[in-house]
């Protein structure tokens, strides 16, 4: 896979990177995107319906079930050479990675610097006082409904700890988040439609402070005209070569 020159340059000149990702960078290690139709017991329902406060008020149970199918899926699956590469790339460049993905795989692809703006899948809490709620092991085959775990604390429904449509995003996460694109060298788009904001407006946000953006996606998506170069590649296939390119081996010292 040839790297394309201004790509290369962009990232070779960077001391300071920035990348964003979306559910396409986890695609490839088998984690189906939100807009892609779901699997299984689940491939009836609309993603982008269940991640909803409405329907948690109307239903927890189909809601908590359909997070715990998540959590048990994101166990079973591993981080793909994308998440690697960017984990490889730490060693010769600040890499801060500011996710939408609510798995855990950059972190166990081994980077540090990730920053979650849409929550996490591991970190539930209660629906009434937000203390945190231990995470339940999720049952062996997934079932339909399945009542969520009550907060020690108060007896609230645990709710997971993630971000809905129409909630507000965390303050801190978005805080962390921008002022990392405000101080990049580079800013790295992998894998997201662009159509949910706020982070749907980080890379015009970051070309206002004069980042180059470059995406990775293998389709056309509403941001592609918004950035400096658009590399048609997937993120399994297009960052180890971008990495590879950049002749960072695991040797580099970090
Ligand atoms: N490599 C890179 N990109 C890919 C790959 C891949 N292997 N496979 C698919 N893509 C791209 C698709 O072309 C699409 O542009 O990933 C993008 C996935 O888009 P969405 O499913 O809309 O996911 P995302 O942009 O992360 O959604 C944003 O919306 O549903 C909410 O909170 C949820 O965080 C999510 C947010």
Known sequence: MNVPEPVLDLARSARRVA???GAGMSAESGVPTFRDAQTGLWENFDATAL??????????????????????LVRRVQ???GHRALTDWARAAHVQIVTQNVDDLHE????HEVTHLHGSLFAPRCSRCERAVDLPDPPEDPVARLD???CPACGGDGRPGVVWFGEMLPQDPWETATESLREADLLLVVGTSGVVYPA?????LARSHGVPVVQIDPRETDLSDQVDHAWRTTAAVGLPALVDALRIGTDTPR
């Open 108 to 111: 166990r692809a081994g980077s």
């Open 51 to 72: 991640a909803t406060p409405a329907a948690w008020a109307d239903d927890p149970a189909t809601v908590w079930a359909w997070y715990q199918w998540r959590v048990a």
């Open 148 to 150: 969520p775990p009550s």
């Open 79 to 81: 981080p793909n050479a």
């Open 200 to 204: 749907a407006g980080l890379p015009s």
């Open 19 to 21: 990348v964003l990702t």
